[in-house]
């Protein structure tokens, strides 16, 4: 039998089976659309993560207090001069963070707010539009000033930042003249929003808004990316000096250590998302096997006239196999395809989504080894079948 006359066979049988084949590329639809959907989610969770820490120096060491030590001690301006005083440190700045409430002409909003010295700039790469930055003499001079965020800048001022320079805005119900605008990012840095951020001279805002007690760090930046364990030894040894009774209250740790972290993090998600998606596959394989058996039953005697008439063993199993190859691909495609209005569902849910051709083909590629590996036990059984038997079968 010609391989066009075994096509003819199978696309006859599936015309007259319409209903039964979509119930059965059903589960390969919904398998082979959500492993689309994994991959577009996966790469998009790795590309916030890039995108977060970006802006955030390879030789960056965030050094953190942690309340919930067993033993707990605060960072203090004797660590930030000793650490800053590292051989293999080039720059280091303390920074508060906690929440707060922002008011200009009425209108108000609530955003990130930063307590900072003026290394800060340096070590995140932030650029201004309009104004100047934090330094260390507003500190010392105890002024209230502060340095706002692309977004507030929108939101207060008509996205106009010269606008912006010299206004007084309250936070937390006190008076700051804002002195510079950040040029836009677009993405969080090192785990902070700074398009919706307001920054403040140490001090000022450690009193007056961030606390004593919000989120205290030290973040310094290695001299070369090639001495970011030598600058955390030094400031291991700093930690150890300065608090030799609480030294286990601080967390010391590298941006390419936290950005390996969490890309770690990022893959095992897709990785668990994956093997979802592969389980619903293996379903709708079980459920093509049984669609074959099932006609296998139906066809019995069917495949017994073909035997008669000299039909090959191979011929029966190719016949059965190309059906089932036929239905898995039907939907892998049709999954594949459907994975195209995907970032469009996916926004809905403020979830990144990165369409990915990788993915596609995956996903198609899983289809076809799920149709061929499912539908071969069936298609050899029908293939093994006596003549007579099959045309004696009731």
């Known amino acids: 039998?010609?391989?066009?006359?075994?096509?003819?066979m199978v696309f006859i049988n599936v015309k007259e089976n319409k209903f039964r084949v979509f119930l059965t590329a059903l589960g390969i639809i919904v398998g082979s659309f959500t492993i689309v959907m994994v991959f577009?989610?996966?790469?998009g969770s790795m590309e916030n993560v890039n995108k977060q820490y970006a802006r955030l120096n390879a030789g960056t060491i965030v050094i953190m207090s942690d309340p919930r030590a067993r033993?707990?001690?605060?960072?203090?301006?004797?660590?930030?001069?000793?650490?800053?005083?590292?051989?293999?440190?080039?720059s280091a700045c303390m920074v508060n963070r906690s929440n707060a409430t922002l008011v200009y002409n009425n209108n108000s909003s609530n955003a990130s707010a930063l307590s900072v010295t003026e290394d800060f700039q340096q070590i995140y790469s932030l650029s201004l539009d309009e104004g100047r930055f934090i330094t260390d003499e507003d500190d010392k001079q105890y002024s209230k000033v502060a340095v706002v965020g692309s977004s507030i800048v929108e939101q207060f001022f008509d996205n106009d930042p010269s606008e912006a320079i010299d206004k007084e805005i309250l936070i937390q119900g006190r008076r700051y003249k804002i002195i510079g605008v950040l040029s836009r990012i677009g993405s969080s840095s090192g785990g902070m929003n700074i398009d919706e951020s307001v920054f403040l001279p140490f001090e000022v805002g450690r009193k007056n808004v961030t606390g004593r007690r919000a989120m205290l760090s030290i973040i310094a930046l290695a001299d070369?990316?090639?001495?970011?364990?030598?600058a955390i030894d030094e400031i291991s040894s700093v930690?150890?000096?300065?608090?030799?009774?609480?030294?286990?209250?601080?967390?010391?740790r590298d941006a390419g250590s936290t950005l390996l972290a969490a890309q770690d993090a990022a893959k095992t998600m897709t990785i668990l998302l994956t093997s979802i998606a592969a389980i619903v596959l293996f379903v709708g394989g079980i459920g093509i096997m049984n669609v074959l058996f099932v006609s296998v039953q139906e066809r019995t005697k069917e495949i017994g006239i073909l035997k008669a008439i000299g039909t090959r063993k191979k011929d029966i199993l190719k016949m059965f196999l190309f059906e089932s190859i036929i239905i898995s691909t039907s939907g892998g495609i049709i999954g594949t395809l459907l994975g195209i209005f995907a970032p469009a569902l996916i926004k809905q849910f403020n979830i990144n989504f990165?369409?990915?051709l990788y993915g596609n083909i995956i996903a198609l590629g899983f289809s076809i080894v799920t149709g061929t590996f499912f539908g071969y036990y069936p298609a050899k059984k029908a293939a093994s079948l006596k003549p007579i038997d099959a045309l004696n079968y009731e």
């Open 224 to 230: 070369d990316v090639k001495n970011v364990q030598g």
């Open 40 to 43: 577009g989610i996966g790469m």
């Open 354 to 356: 990165v369409p990915t």
């Open 239 to 252: 930690i150890e000096s300065n608090h030799s009774k609480y030294a286990d209250a601080f967390q010391i």
């Open 1 to 8: 039998m010609s391989l066009i006359e075994i096509f003819r």
């Open 71 to 90: 033993s707990y001690e605060d960072l203090s301006d004797k660590d930030l001069s000793d650490i800053k005083d590292c051989s293999s440190v080039k």
